[in-house]
């Protein structure tokens, strides 16, 4: 998967779109309104535009069109008719799938006229709450089933992490207003899945909890030092792929022996490999979080 796809699979048609293959099948054949090609073994593949005229498709189909109505609008004008009522439309469903074909295109200008056109009714918060989320999680599926390539997440990803660095720089000029807790945020060494983390930062400091953030592949051998000018530290950590199953107990201990030998600092931590320590008895300095909406709850 180092290369972006060229050709895609009915399959990954419907993971993409959220159109069933059935119904994909039944608009090919009654609107014509797909053409896939066929592999020497008569299996059905599609190519990078048919893709992006689907999620068109799609796009106009979630806002009401229907189908036969959509048939009829000339393919050239379809992605004219779509960033028409992109800018028109903040709805949720019709973000997530702008965003996506955005993403698919490598399309900036389409990822920003969408995201400034939810910006007139919601804040950045709010379409972080709303919006990113719920398209995180989707394009985290995408990536596990290889329907979407890493340049393809990197792309949007990245997109969204500029949206959390604007958003934080505009309330780090206000001065902490929380005193019972010092939060040290990164990730363990070799982990740099750094979205959640960058958006509980975020959290945080409107919260008016002081932070430090470190971000990437943070050796805890590296963190002593922040012991030598604050109490009170809560350090905040994202599993998402590291430490893996097999070493996260030995990470806890690692945590303990080096950053908490007097017993006075705490470990946060949340992210997809904390499901492994789900019915296992965990020391009182550690806690450990099912979500980012878990721990904000817990603030």
């Known amino acids: 998967m180092n290369n972006v796809k060229k050709f895609f699979s009915i ?20 609107y014509d309104l797909l053409a896939p090609e066929r592999t020497s073994t008569n299996i059905r593949t599609y190519s990078l535009a048919s893709l992006q005229k689907l999620l068109n498709i799609t796009l106009l189909y979630n806002s009401g069109y229907k189908i036969s109505k959509i048939a009829k609008i000339p393919e ?9 009522l992109v800018a028109q439309s903040s709805t949720k469903s019709h973000a997530i799938n702008a965003f996506k074909l955005a993403m698919i295109n490598f399309d900036l200008s389409l990822f920003q006229k969408t995201y400034t056109s939810l910006l007139t009714d919601r804040s950045f918060r709010e379409i972080f709450w709303d919006v990113f989320i719920p398209l995180l999680t989707e394009l985290g599926l ?19 992490k500029q949206k ?16 019972d807790k010092v939060f040290v945020l990164f990730l363990p ?44 530290l809560h350090f905040l950590s994202y599993f998402t792929v590291i430490p893996t199953k097999d070493g996260l107990e030995q990470y806890i201990q690692d945590f303990k ?34 979500s980012v909406e878990h721990l904000s709850a817990a603030l």
Do not use: C
């Open 164 to 179: 959390i660095y604007t958003s934080t720089e505009k309330i780090q000029t206000v001065e902490p207003t929380r005193q």
């Open 76 to 84: 050239g004008e379809l992605p004219v008719v779509v960033r028409e």
């Open 11 to 30: 399959r990954d048609l419907e993971n993409l779109s959220g159109i069933k293959a059935h119904t994909i099948r039944i608009w090919e054949k009654r």
């Open 257 to 290: 022996t080096i950053l908490n030998p007097s017993g006075t600092s705490k470990l946060w931590i949340l992210g997809r490999q904390t499901e492994f320590l789900k019915n296992k008895s965990l020391p009182e300095h550690i806690r450990s979080f099912e």
């Open 189 to 232: 060494e070799n982990e740099i899945h750094e979205i959640g983390l960058l958006f509980i930062n975020y959290e945080l400091l409107l919260r008016g909890y002081k932070t430090i953030y470190l971000g990437q592949s943070m050796p805890l051998e590296s963190l002593t030092d922040l012991e030598k000018y604050y109490k009170n």
């Open 142 to 160: 995408l990536w596990q089933t290889d329907t979407i390539s890493p340049s393809h997440e990197h792309f949007i990803t990245n997109l969204i």
